[in-house]
């Protein structure tokens, strides 16, 4: 019986090659956009997964803004996990990672800097559960000046040797301390928000941060440290966070304790301090509905494409009927065509996948693959679609076995009333989906475009930040005097146009701010709950990077008050309530213990962290300290080739200067705009599963249309005859279309504009929805229509009357 059914079917799909095109490659785009997608979903929601992740929390920080508490820093105190642990005995264990963005060893004379390391307590191995290869779990991070390297990095280092016991000397801010190799450690997924190639015994703290010699004792005094705890596993984390809450620990009304679980950071934390760029919940969800709408998309032209073919099988039906055929064997007969079409289907699709997917990874930014693994964590997505499968086919096969064999011998069959609504319905959904993935496309694109074309006040075009660690014994003073020699012969160069020292930039991370509060102000009102981030800079940087003054200037080299200058922005004086600039220019302010720094200028607001992010109350120190060197390069200088030259001759000065050093640099407009990255390759995703949407429904209406066409042939003929013209052909064919895709855009305004407006509220500055864009969006749908129609409908049109009135 199944060979029967078999042969039958394909049969059939060899004879009807349009239909069975249309179908197959539909179903296939459907599936095979579906599958990419998911790989990106289930990549984004696998971060931190690892044996006992479930139990292992994030300690942050909540900060009193007005009445209520709001999520603050991602980081803490490190007497924050001790303490946790002492009072709360759901909490067993801890460890506080001290984070390095990079750092820079020397091995013999080799001079080199690691990315991604921390210091972090012995209890690491205990809550992260990574494979530690080589040392002794309890003892690799119990000593000072121990560091525990990973797989690939010490492999960079010493290659095949055994890396036990070596020593690699490391530097930070002029110290340097003499590692020991205690152990190995395999390489950290991709797929950790937090992120280690090496670690560095807490114990060593003393010689690897620069706040002075009792920094290293517990205090509530920096918050600097990422803190993670493990609860029992029996615990209620809502009542234990409750009651961290309620605690007041750190014994500070203006902030609190909270905590998170470790699998939710990369999709639900978009905190200040994050040790790494998060995903977003928003994205994911807004992917995971594309993906079953392209799916439910071509099971909609399966259904519409299978209904109106069934009128042409009518005869088929009634001549099985009339030979013994029964009720059930038709159904099965047409689910098993329905489930050969679709295996076929996903079949090609898991072609497409692979064939595409290289490129699909330059667009998401990921390393995404399909392997046997990666399909297992299909299988609830794979029953889906084979419930789709049976779903799609359900329909038709009930429908053309309903048939009477009598009707379906004369050619009597027509399609009811009951049927048009559905074929009506099925098309209005289609282009309802259409034209809502149309808007989203048109939102997403504005508002990416809004971001990158809003002035952000500041130029950063054409300047670099230049940085290298410097492995030196020689004391600061001279330091700074061998870097002011280096900005004096920068200087000569011909295409330097201008030279500053900055702590933090346009674009730079948050890393390089402090935030803190609590504030003197010149009325004697103290504001211990006004939260504002401050870094420190030298004078000539307000005019290198063009931040334009409200009111006084830089900071005075020759005042009573040198090194003890800030300059403040306009949100600082709304946030603290300062009316008038006069109120504050040329008056002191007190923070940090210190009540005597003088306001020298206000500046007009500039976006630091570009458009996603809210303005920020900012006090920018002088202080004479070294970080970045901005260098400000002329329009000599404006090529690639001029770039390269510019950067050879820049690092020659500075190997000169400092032989025995590190040199990096990077472009501010590059670093400013990479901010946006995550956002343009949503925007590109979004607009390639668009297409990929409405061609399944262009290839769906193209095929009704054919079926159309043939079925109102003789209407057709006849009309002509009658003196029809062909735009009134073309008029009567493409009338319905026109009406249903009408529908479909009055129902789909309301739900794009109120999803939409969901996804635009995660930008602090956001576009507008303006009319053209559901118009654009309309417009659009309906020539995608017209154009699919047209052409089979002007065939019909002029076709000659006398060959549609023959009779067979």
């Known amino acids: 019986m199944l060979r029967s059914y078999l042969k039958i079917a394909l049969r059939y799909l060899s004879k009807n090659k349009l239909y069975s095109f249309i179908n ?9 956009s579906f599958v990419l997608i998911m790989l990106y979903i289930n990549y984004e929601q696998s971060y931190d997964k690892f044996e006992g992740s479930e139990n292992i929390y994030r300690v942050y920080m909540d900060y009193l803004e007005g009445e209520t508490f709001v999520p603050g820093d991602a980081q803490t105190y490190n007497l924050s996990g001790p303490t946790l642990k002492s009072e709360f005995p759901e ?33 690491y191995f205990d809550i992260f559960n990574y494979p530690l290869l080589k040392g002794e779990k309890e003892k690799v991070l ?143 969800k ?37 030979s013994g055929a029964q009720k059930s064997q038709l159904i099965i007969q047409s689910l098993f065509e329905s489930i050969l079409l679709n295996l076929i289907a996903i079949i090609l699709s898991l072609l497409l996948v692979v064939i595409v997917l290289p490129l699909y990874n330059g667009i998401t930014g990921k390393g995404l693959n399909l392997q046997l693994g990666s399909l297992s964590a299909f299988l609830p997505y794979f029953l889906f679609i084979l419930f789709g499968m049976v779903a799609a086919g359900l329909y038709p096969a009930l429908l053309l076995s309903s048939y009477s064999p009598i009707k379906a011998l004369k050619g009597k069959i027509q399609t009811s009333s009951q049927g048009l609504v559905i074929r009506k319905g099925l098309i209005v959904a289609q282009f309802l989906a259409t034209i809502v993935l ?23 075009n054409q300047v670099i930040a230049l940085k290298g660690e410097v492995v030196t014994t020689k004391p600061d003073s001279l330091l700074i005097n061998e870097y002011k020699v280096l900005e004096e012969e920068l200087k ?36 211990d709950d006004k939260l504002f981030y401050t870094y420190h800079v030298q004078p000539d940087y307000f005019d290198l990077v063009d931040i334009e003054f409200l009111a006084g200037g830089t900071f005075l080299p020759s005042s009573n008050f040198d090194g003890k200058q800030v300059v403040v922005n306009e949100t600082f004086l709304k946030n603290m309530g300062i009316s008038s600039c006069d109120e504050i220019l040329n008056k002191t302010v007190g923070f940090w213990g210190e009540n005597e720094w003088r306001v020298t200028g206000v500046i007009k607001d500039y976006y630091h962290f570009g458009l996603k992010s809210p303005l920020l109350p900012m006090v920018i120190r002088y202080e004479r ?81 054919s ?11 006849i009309r002509k005859v009658n003196g029809a013209t062909i735009p009134q052909v073309l008029t009567l064919l493409n009338k319905d279309f026109v009406k249903w895709i009408g529908v479909a855009f009055v129902i789909a305004v309301p739900i794009s504009w109120y999803v939409m407006s969901q996804w635009l509220e995660g930008f602090a500055y956001r576009t507008t929805f303006s009319w053209w864009v559901f118009a654009l969006a309309g417009i659009s749908a309906l020539l995608i229509a017209l154009l699919t129609v047209s052409w089979q409908s002007f065939n019909a049109a002029v076709a000659n009357p006398v060959e549609s009135l023959r009779d067979e």
């Open 24 to 32: 197959i490659f539909g179903l296939a785009i459907g599936i095979a």
């Open 91 to 123: 909490v067993l264990d801890y460890v506080r990672f001290f984070y390095f963005e990079k750092m820079t060893f020397q091995l013999g004379e080799r001079i080199f800097e690691q990315p991604l390391g921390s210091l972090a307590d012995p209890s």
């Open 142 to 284: 119990s000593q000072p000046y121990s560091i525990v390297l990973s797989k690939s990095f010490a492999q960079k280092l010493f290659g095949n040797e055994n890396p036990l016991q070596k020593t690699i000397s490391a530097f930070r801010d002029g110290k340097e301390a003499v590692l020991t190799v205690t152990g190995v450690m395999d390489d950290i997924p991709k797929n950790a928000h937090y992120r280690n190639t090496f670690l560095i015994s807490y114990e060593t703290e003393k010689t690897c941060t620069d706040w002075g010699p009792k920094a290293h004792e517990l205090n509530w005094n920096a918050n600097n440290y990422y803190t993670f705890i493990k609860l029992d596993p029996n615990t209620n984390a809502d009542v234990l966070r409750q009651k961290i809450i309620e605690s007041d620990i750190e014994e500070d009304t203006e902030e609190q304790h909270n905590i998170e679980p470790i699998e939710d950071i990369h999709l639900y934390s978009n905190k200040p301090y994050e040790v790494s760029a998060n995903g977003s919940i928003t994205r994911v």
């Open 286 to 322: 807004f992917l995971m509905a594309i993906a079953f709408i392209i799916l439910i998309l071509s099971w909609l032209n399966y259904v519409n494409l299978s209904v109106t073919k069934s009128m042409e099988r009518a005869k088929e039906t009634g001549i099985r009927k009339v």
């Open 438 to 460: 149309l808007i989203g496309t048109i939102v997403v694109t504005k508002q990416i475009s809004f971001l990158e074309s809003q002035p952000i006040g500041t130029d950063i």
């Open 492 to 527: 000569k160069l011909p295409f330097v146009e201008k030279i500053a020292i900055a702590q933090s930039y346009p674009g730079d991370s948050f890393d390089n701010l402090s935030s803190t509060r609590g504030i003197l102000l010149p009325n004697g009102i103290k504001e």
């Open 625 to 705: 300290d070294v970080n970045n060197i901005l260098i400000k390069l002329d329009a000599s200088a404006a090529s690639v080739t001029g770039f390269e030259s510019s950067i050879a001759q820049i690092k020659s000065e500075w190997t000169k200067i400092f032989p025995k050093s590190t040199f990096n640099y990077t472009f501010l407009d590059q670093k400013f705009e990479a901010q946006y990255q995550e956002d343009k390759s949503f925007g590109a995703a979004f607009q390639v599963f668009t297409l990929l949407a409405i061609l399944i429904a262009a290839m769906g209406l193209f095929g009704l249309t």
């Open 707 to 717: 079926y159309t066409v043939v079925q109102r042939k003789k209407e057709i003929g």
